[in-house]
């Protein structure tokens, strides 16, 4: 797509990034919370980016080629370059 090399700069650079998905919301609805458990926000998981990392850009085009060509419902998977 045209804007993604400009819509991926407002983002972090993590590796093997392959695109960015724009949804146009409707409706956002919520609920009182009561249910939720609490907990104790620790930090974002780096288990991604170190995945990615150990990869290298190669051994992540190949992952997404071979793994994610297909979503687990079976639709079409976004297009690795």
Known sequence: ??????????????????????????????SCGYGVPKYDYVGQRDTLQKHAEHLGPDGVRDYQ?????????GLPGVVVA
């Open 1 to 30: 797509h045209p804007d993604f090399a400009e819509l991926r700069t407002r983002f972090p650079d993590y590796p093997g990034v392959r695109s960015i998905i724009r949804i146009n919301v409707e409706r956002v609805s919520d």
């Open 65 to 73: 080629i071979n793994r994610n060509n297909r979503s687990l419902d």
